[in-house]
């Protein structure tokens, strides 16, 4: 680049970024869907224009770089406003009675968005897309090696006319790249060599800038004895030696049961002697650039010479695929991240060794298994350490839009792609919105002895350091057990009064009884979640009655109760919602159609103890 200004170029981001949060999440997506318009219609040239800047097969380019961005886009044009919308939290509610808690998800700002050379397009749009769908301005550097690409994303973005300096592509080597990162970003995503990795790592760890890293691999596939061989045979090659091994979850090592390593090399060698190497459109590898070509050579030289064999045998110097076996663990090739058409193929005898040999790289992006057994396969992509594993197949596991995507180890760190993705690429806030207007917290100041006896004999008997009082914190509701341990002093709690719920069971009852305290009628009878209060009480062998008291501040009130026979801790319902479990309600309302109203059982609770009785009835 002639003119470059990293400084400039962050401050217009920044200047952009504040209007574009602020519209709904659909709105922003609805940008993306036009983009994703443009995508589709031009498919066919956009695929043609980054096959001959990357020299890939025009299919892998249609597949690997346009199909799969556009189905990432599609996947957050439907699910991006949901995702990110706001929800509520959990709580323990002796702790938070009036108190809710929210998760919030925000954009970080501005969004430094780094990409590679091997898959130009897919690589820089999909991270550049999740990053705006969160309401990020982002900030593109393509890959100095792919001009062209760079060039037609930022067309794109012009046609799709989104607001200005909003989305900025250049394109550029290390020296704009580490420019861009002393500009100060609000995050990072970057795609790459775990060597640049580590170094991008480095200078956002300085200004502690949040990052994801999605870094080289070095996939270990295992071929087990019941394989599907054919298939197995077919996928491995394709992994292997697809864009010429210029994947980063390319398969790099193969691991085959020795019982049948003989049969499956020999049907690898006959594959591979099948592959065609040239410049026409539709080759199944493409020419390695020089510089490609000479790091790839100098990688299975050094295996050569430290006692490897190769396939074929006859001079590589071309650059087509490479298939070596009796290669050292200390060979280069096995250390060190490797971006070209070679696989080493090496024999197991058990399952423990195999996976031992798959998780011995220091890389960890993807895997794959190959046996009949499912549930070997299962067992053992979950020994994998890799961060993801596919069970007969390859490659694909990337281009899943609702599946998350990333590495570990030398592989990198943090994760893109499904739900995942956008909360990367957010900031996540909780709040915590508390109610209650008392002038003070029975945790705040003054600090006494009686309040420190109080909640030691809380924390005593909510987590069992007392056997007979840890029994009864099974059983008591947790309002109770705060009133029996006065957690709040009269000094500094609201008035509240003693409401005692006197339930008269039905004559066969057992189980549990199941009570919801209900402020208003929202949720009203059985929404726990929207219930004030809320628990259940065991019923001992031929109890007739049970008393609830819960201390509640004056206002009006309504109470329902139901036998859970079954002890599945919900009021369970026949075909047509009647309960099939023994009811009850405050007032006892007369019987109807339907549920009873929150109106028919309210009742108003003063500053004067009072007691209600609740008659259970049994279901129809």
């Known amino acids: 680049m002639n003119t470059f200004s990293a400084e400039q170029k962050m401050e217009c981001a920044r200047a952009a970024q504040p ?94 968005v780094c990409g590679p050379s091997n898959y130009p397009f897919q690589l820089s749009v999909i991270p550049m897309i999740t990053a705006l769908a969160a309401g990020n301005a982002v900030i593109l550097k393509c890959s100095e090696r792919a001009p062209e690409t760079a060039a037609l994303i930022a067309e794109l973005c012009a046609r799709v006319n989104f607001p200005q300096n909003l989305v900025q592509v250049i394109h550029g080597g290390p020296e704009e790249a580490e420019a861009l990162l002393d500009a100060r ?51 491995i090659a394709y992994g292997a030696f697809s864009n010429s091994g210029r994947v980063c979850v390319a398969v790099k090592r ?10 499956f090399v020999a049907r690898l060698k006959v594959r591979i002697s099948a592959l065609s190497v040239g410049d026409a459109p539709d080759s199944d590898l493409r020419p390695l650039s020089s510089a490609a070509l000479s790091m790839h050579l100098e990688l299975v030289d050094d295996a050569l010479s430290r006692g490897a ?39 197991f005898r058990n ?27 299962r067992r053992v992509a979950a020994r994998m350490s890799a961060g993801s594993c596919a069970i007969n197949d390859v490659i694909r596991v990337i281009a899943n839009p609702y599946a998350s995507f990333g590495g570990n180890g030398k592989s990198g760190y943090g994760r893109y792609h499904g739900p995942e993705g956008l ?57 109770a057990l705060a009133a029996l341990l006065c957690i709040q002093s009269s000094a500094h709690a609201r008035q509240t009064t003693r409401l005692s719920v006197d339930v008269q069971l039905t004559g ?54 139901y036998e859970d026979l079954n002890g599945n801790h919900k009021l369970d319902h026949n075909l047509i919602g009647i309960p099939r479990e023994p009811v009850g309600a405050s007032n006892n309302p007369n019987g109807r159609f339907g549920p009873p109203r929150f109106s028919e059982c309210a009742f108003s609770l003063g500053n004067i103890p009072q007691t209600i009785a609740i008659n259970i009835v049994k279901a129809l």
């Not at 219930?531 to 009480?537: E, T």
């Open 185 to 235: 970003p609000d995050f990072v995503f970057f795609t790459g060599s775990s060597h640049h990795g580590q170094l991008v790592a480095q200078r956002a760890a300085r200004q502690l800038i949040p990052a994801v890293l999605e870094l080289g691999g070095k996939d270990a596939s295992i071929v087990f004895e019941d394989c599907h061989l054919d298939r197995a045979v077919e996928g």
């Open 254 to 263: 193969v691991y085959v049961h020795e019982s049948i390593f003989e049969k």
């Open 19 to 112: 209007a574009w949060a602020a519209l709904k999440v659909k709105e922003r997506c609805a940008y993306l869907g036009r983009l994703r318009g443009e995508i589709a219609r031009h498919c066919d040239s956009i695929s043609a224009l980054i096959a001959r800047d990357t020299r890939k097969p025009h299919l892998d380019a249609l597949a690997g770089d346009v199909l799969v961005t556009l189905e990432q886009i599609r996947y957050y044009e439907r699910h991006a406003a949901k995702i990110l919308q706001s929800r509520r939290n959990g709580k323990p509610l002796f702790l938070f009675h009036s108190a809710r808690f929210e998760t919030h998800f925000e954009p970080h700002g501005v969004a430094l």
């Open 309 to 347: 064999a190769r396939f074929p045998t006859e001079d590589v110097a071309t650059g087509g695929p490479v298939l070596l076996t009796d290669v050292p663990a200390e060979a280069r090739i096995l250390t060190e991240e490797s971006f070209g058409p070679a696989l080493i193929v090496k024999s």
């Open 351 to 377: 399952e423990s060794e195999a996976i031992a040999l798959a998780n011995s790289s220091p890389f960890a992006l993807s895997s794959s298994v190959w046996t009949r057994n499912s549930a070997r396969a």
């Open 508 to 561: 066969d009852a057992h189980g549990e009884l199941a009570y919801l305290v209900f402020a208003s009628a929202s949720g009203f009878p059985g929404a726990r979640d929207k219930a004030l209060l809320h628990g259940f009480l065991p019923i001992q062998p031929h109890m007739e009655r049970i008393k609830l008291d819960v201390d509640l501040p004056p206002g009006t009130y309504a109470v329902t109760v």
């Open 423 to 479: 909360r990367s690429f957010s900031r996540i806030k909780t709040v915590m919105h508390t109610r209650d207007r008392n002038a003070s917290q029975i945790n705040w100041f003054p600090f006494t002895w009686r309040t420190r006896k109080q909640l030691t004999q809380l924390i005593r008997l909510r987590h069992g350091a007392l056997d007979v009082l840890s029994q009864m914190s099974r059983v008591l509701p947790l309002a």
